[in-house]
């Protein structure tokens, strides 16, 4: 997606999904989201846009990355997780990351819920190169994109179920039991589900 969807409308009356997860229904076909988490980073008429939670990238190691990027560290580097957050533009990064509740958005930030946004420039992994930056913060490369009603059609075909993103689903490193947490979370029992769920 070229452009930022507009937050300036009322959330309550639009099926605005920002700040929410979704989490892939065992019917889901496409194996790039099979048991997946996704946090839905910007929702609008225009389409959607989010980031896979529960994918690490383990063989990509974060110091390595910014030695890629020409940034220098001075020994207290963060250690940063980095994560798949979807197949678009796979080599670009979203820092995901912790932010305080009340405050401006500097250019470049894309706040996401009251303490949560997204960071796409370069200063913030700068910051985490010095061991400063957010508390708590991930790298992710890549992203999940729907076009107009694209995500609307997905859940109606029960492809995608929503819920609220606790803490624990973005910066947790328990990859494998996100799935079956985010469902228990809506009071869904993991095992109780099955790929033919809600088909005629």
């Given at each position: 997606?070229?452009?930022?969807?507009?937050?300036?409308?009322?959330?309550?009356?639009?099926?605005?999904?920002?700040?929410?997860?979704?989490?892939?229904?065992?019917?889901?076909?496409?194996?790039?989201?099979?048991?997946?988490?996704?946090?839905?980073?910007?929702?609008?008429?225009?389409?959607?846009?989010?980031?896979?939670?529960?994918?690490?990238?383990?063989?990509?190691?974060?110091?390595?990355?910014?030695?890629?990027?020409?940034?220098?560290?001075?020994?207290?580097?963060?250690?940063?997780?980095?994560?798949?957050?979807?197949?678009?533009?796979?080599?670009?990064?979203?820092?995901?990351?912790?932010v305080p509740?009340?405050?401006?958005?500097?250019?470049?930030?894309?706040?996401?819920?009251?303490?949560?946004?997204?960071?796409?420039?370069?200063?913030?992994?700068?910051?985490?190169?010095?061991?400063?930056?957010?508390?708590?913060?991930?790298?992710?490369?890549?992203?999940?994109?729907?076009?107009?009603?694209?995500?609307?059609?997905?859940?109606?075909?029960n492809g995608?179920?929503?819920?609220?993103?606790?803490?624990?689903?973005?910066?947790?490193?328990?990859?494998?039991?996100?799935?079956p947490l985010?469902?228990?979370?809506?009071?869904?029992?993991?095992?109780?589900?099955?790929?033919?769920?809600?088909?005629?």
């Amino acid at each position: 997606m070229s452009s930022s969807p507009d937050h300036t409308q009322d959330d309550s009356d639009t099926g605005n999904l920002t700040g929410k997860i979704l989490i892939a229904m065992p019917g889901m076909t496409d194996p790039r989201f099979q048991r997946s988490v996704v946090l839905v980073c910007a929702h609008s008429e225009e389409g959607a846009m989010g980031l896979v939670l529960n994918r690490p990238l383990p063989e990509i190691d974060f110091g390595d990355l910014l030695e890629q990027l020409g940034i220098e560290t001075d020994g207290t580097a963060r250690q940063i997780e980095v994560r798949f957050g979807g197949p678009v533009e796979p080599g670009r990064g979203f820092v995901l990351h912790s932010v305080p509740e009340h405050g401006d958005d500097p250019e470049g930030r894309l706040r996401i819920t009251g303490a949560l946004a997204m960071t796409t420039t370069r200063d913030i992994l700068e910051d985490l190169a010095h061991g400063e930056g957010p508390e708590s913060a991930i790298l992710a490369l890549g992203y999940a994109g729907w076009g107009p009603g694209q995500l609307e059609d997905e859940m109606l075909q029960n492809g995608w179920l929503t819920g609220d993103g606790a803490e624990e689903l973005i910066f947790g490193a328990d990859h494998d039991g996100k799935w079956p947490l985010a469902l228990r979370a809506q009071g869904i029992d993991p095992s109780l589900l099955s790929p033919s769920a809600g088909r005629a």
